[in-house]
């Protein structure tokens, strides 16, 4: 039986950020029905800072990925906040992300796997895994690195 998202996050030493706040007009997630909907998110820090530069000028690839490993665990928190506990999180359904890159660099979807092997970490190989864009952007607010927004199934 495999462990759930609570017991998961400290079997692998995770620590998660403060929940951010909105920075202008929006919530971070809105619950509706069965559903967890969760706004872009940036790579945010303990320290309340947040990983920026361009990927393939400031940053390397393996630095974006760590980027976008930072942004789930911004988003596991931001989950946490919002339902209670992450055990109430059934799958993770679709995810969108962001890449803050040069318009030669072209490995987005490798970048995007720092998030994406978060949340099968702690989900697991089936709940954590859903239907993902990766994309490339000249410049995200900020100049964050990376930004991701998502899509969770949850239990009433």
């Given at each position: 039986m495999p462990s759930k998202p609570e017991m998961r996050i400290q079997e692998l030493h995770l620590t998660l950020p403060p929940a951010p706040k909105p920075v202008a007009v929006y919530k971070t997630a809105i619950k509706i029905g069965n559903r967890l909907l969760v706004s872009g998110h940036g790579p945010w820090k303990e320290d309340k800072t947040q990983i920026?530069?361009?990927?393939g000028k400031?940053?390397?690839l393996e630095e974006g990925k760590q980027a976008a490993r930072q942004v789930g665990l911004a988003i596991l928190a931001t989950v946490?906040?919002?339902?209670?506990?992450?055990?109430?999180?059934v799958r993770l359904v679709?995810?969108?992300?962001m890449v803050n890159s040069t318009p030669e660099f072209l490995?987005?979807?490798k970048v995007?796997?720092?998030?994406?092997e978060l949340m099968k970490d702690v989900f697991g190989d089936d709940a954590g895994v859903g239907t993902r864009s990766a994309v490339g952007f000249v410049a995200l607010p900020g100049n964050i690195a990376v930004e991701v927004e998502c899509e969770f199934l949850v239990q009433d």
């Open positions: 920026t530069g361009r990927v400031d940053l390397t946490k906040e919002t339902l209670g506990s992450l055990d109430k999180v679709k995810t969108l992300g490995d987005h979807p995007i796997n720092g998030f994406s």
